[in-house]
């Protein structure tokens, strides 16, 4: 995910200078025409298509792994956080000895409190 935001930002960093270059040898009315395009073919799309090549790459990991049931477990990340490893199909960090259940009973309680 990190390398999703990242390249996200890199890629603003250098469109958006780039149109501000622009701006002075387009038209006002055409310029932002050019503005929007390249703001969504070049940051906002890019960015759509690598979140869900993200999301379907490690949907295994986040949804059949022991991982996934452990409450150490970010799946926003897909990042065990007492490790801050991350898991695999084929690698817990913990090799399975620090799996802690996710526990309702206390999302429960911090709602009624
Ligand atoms: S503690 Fe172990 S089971 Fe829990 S998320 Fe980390 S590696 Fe997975």
Same mark, same amino acid.
């Given at each position: 995910?990190? =390398?999703?935001?990242?390249?996200?930002?890199?890629? $603003? $960093?250098?469109?958006?200078?780039? *149109?501000? !270059?622009?701006?002075?040898?387009?038209? !006002? =009315?055409?310029?932002?025409?050019?503005?929007?395009? $390249?703001?969504?073919?070049?940051?906002?799309?890019?960015?759509?298509?690598? !979140? =869900?090549?993200?999301?379907?790459?490690?949907?295994?990991?986040?949804?059949?792994?022991? @991982?996934?049931?452990?409450? /150490?477990?970010?799946?926003? $990340?897909? *990042?065990?956080?007492?490790?801050?490893? /991350?898991?695999?199909?084929?690698? *817990?960090? @913990?090799?399975?000895?620090?799996?802690?259940?996710?526990?309702? !009973?206390?999302?429960?309680?911090?709602?009624?409190?």
């Amino acid at each position: 995910m990190g =390398r999703v935001v990242y390249w996200t930002i890199m890629r $603003a $960093a250098i469109v958006i200078p780039s *149109l501000w !270059f622009l701006m002075y040898y387009f038209q !006002f =009315r055409y310029w932002w025409i050019v503005a929007f395009g $390249a703001i969504y073919g070049i940051i906002i799309h890019p960015a759509i298509i690598q !979140f =869900r090549k993200f999301e379907n790459d490690n949907k295994e990991i986040v949804q059949s792994t022991l @991982c996934s049931s452990c409450k /150490h477990f970010d799946k926003t $990340a897909v *990042l065990c956080l007492k490790y801050d490893e /991350h898991p695999s199909l084929n690698f *817990l960090p @913990c090799d399975g000895v620090e799996w802690e259940p996710i526990n309702n !009973f206390d999302y429960e309680e911090k709602e009624y409190n």
